[in-house]
């Protein structure tokens, strides 16, 4: 009886928490983004993007850490997506049968996406610094944060691989399609979609993390002149900047706003460079 | 015996333990229309897949029996360059599902695939090819727009046409019309119709009708449930439908026929 009296206050209760949530998570976003903006924009110039740092990055410019931010996104987005992609194509099925002995190693790419990105950087720090050589590098970092996305990447596109309708390789099989044409021609611009997904989530990372960073790109701030010279990428100047150098906070800011920035701008142009892509290969 | 397309002999299939069908001998002549009908899950589908060796896809599958094609046995045979003999042996589904991309590339990639052609040749054959199956006046304007925005008469008539544009021996077409609405069905049986001069067609179908329309032979496949799907009968297409041998086919084709 009492149900029937208060099934007329579920639907409003519920929209009333509804709305609260919402206005919780937006007010959260624009007081962080407000704040960083507040605090930043107003002391952005030209000098500050393109120059060089000075008095251990209080005054001075971002230029190098802005290159070196760059150069490490691109090798980790170059570096993993072949490799995602053979690796999600060999666990989709799609086209080649798995045996048997090969299904566990899903497990591990599973457990390798949770691993913390500190034991990542010491990896890194073993296998490139010091074992292959590579140093305190860009290169390094670049490789680490690759290793690190590596997982997720091959997670979603194995999804992405075995959400493609069967008919598709049959239909293929069929017309007496090589494998290869079959997984470039259709499988390929099938899945472009989800490569957004992997380069907003490599951009994600690759700005955003420190920890791994620290251990195999470094932190010197000239201009890298080469990939085997060591950078610190926009995170790390930020946490350098705000927790190690007294007086850094004002900078600080400024760079998390071209962070901010820099996020929303490579989004962008990831999603219209896919977005044209799939338009050339599925048609308008 | 050089008119016959396929010859199939003692052919059982098993997928894991389970019987699918057995003891199918079968010719299937040169430049003529079969047709395949019976209940549903008695095999015909299987059938159809290991006539163009698609079965071998299927995980755990075991084809016992001779398959030949131009007298060239084509199950285990490691000799077969599936690629060409693929090429030779277009396949339609029941569902049309052309690849998610162009009209232009669903029929450029097969083509591809297997001729090096000039750019102008490549077009030519793609605009006769969709003459052929009647799509050219309605998508010549889109043809570099994407498939999947086509209707589905339309769609199973782009996949038609992506096999035919490599120029096959024989079409194996799995309920071709079963997606389709009335009018649609129509185009594509007057396709067929078309088709059946100069080429050997295979074609899996419900609709009785169709069958007694477009087949000169007639296959009729019955189930049983320890051995799986068998032929009961076959012949010629006037003689099945006016005087069939077996009473089950009779009250199959009764009932069926209303
Ligand atoms: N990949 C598969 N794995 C296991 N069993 C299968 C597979 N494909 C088909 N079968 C089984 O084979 C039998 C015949 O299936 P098939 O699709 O050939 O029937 P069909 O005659 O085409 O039926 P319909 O007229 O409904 O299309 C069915 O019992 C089905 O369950
Ligand atoms: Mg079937």
Redesign the pocket.
Known sequence: MLSLYLRPMINPCFQGVKLASVLAVVAVFIWIVGDIFWQGLPKINADFLFGTPSNAGRDGGIRPVILSTIYILAIAILATLPFATLTGLFFSEKLFPLSPIFRPLQRFVDILAGVPSVVFGLFGNTYFCNYLGMGYSILSGGLTLACMILPLAAKILQNAFSSIPNEYVSGGEALGLSKFTIFSKIMIPSVLPQVTAIYIICIGRALAETAALLFTSGYVMRDPESLFDSGRTLSIHIYDLSMNITGGNANAYKTAFVLVIMLLLINYIAHITIRKWTRLSHGR | MADNLFEIQDLCLC??N?P?FSGINLNIPKNQTTAII?P????????LSCLNLLITH?SKYRLVGKICWNNNKINDNNDLDMHSFRRKVGTVFQQPMPFPTTIRKNLSIPLRQHFRLKRSEENDRIESVLKEVGLWEEIRHRIDHSANDLSGGQKQRLCLARALILNPDVMLMD?PCSALDPISTQTVEALIQKLKSKLTTVI?T?NLQQAKRLADHIVV?WFDVQS??YIIESGSSEKLFSSPEEDITRSYLRGALG
């Not at chain 2, 549903?40 to 059938?47: D, L, V």
């Open positions: 997928i894991g389970k699918i019976g549903s899950g008695c095999g015909k589908s299987s059938f299927i309920e899996v419900h496949f799986g799907g």
